[in-house]
């Protein structure tokens, strides 16, 4: 498994390779990728563009009359299984 920063690198080279243009956001539990998303995109880019962005933990997108399409994609700085070793599965015998 990927470390989280060789994951956002890996997004992050991938939507600059499909063109998009974008500011990496360092938060507290978090690095966020954000970019804006162009009104035009061909359908191969679309579908690349999608399946960059389902590498991360969480993604999303919204769009504002104002400043249109905007999309985002967050890595979570600790790694899922670290998380579960720290904070247990709930129940233990």
């Given amino acids: 498994m990927l470390s989280p920063e060789a994951r956002v690198d890996a997004i992050c080279e991938h939507l600059g390779a499909l063109g998009f243009t974008f500011r990496v ?16 995109v061909p359908a191969e880019s679309w579908h690349e563009f999608l399946a960059t962005l389902t590498t991360a933990d969480q993604w ?27 904070r247990g599965r709930g129940r233990q015998l």
Avoid at 25 to 40: F, G, K, L, Q
Avoid at 66 to 81: D, F, Q
């Fill in 60 to 86: 999303g997108a919204a769009h504002s009359g104002k400043s249109g399409r905007t999309a985002w994609a967050a890595v979570a700085k600790e790694t899922p299984a670290t998380v579960t070793a720290v």
């Fill in 25 to 40: 956001i360092d938060e507290a539990t978090c690095t966020r990728i954000e970019m804006e998303v162009p009104d035009r």
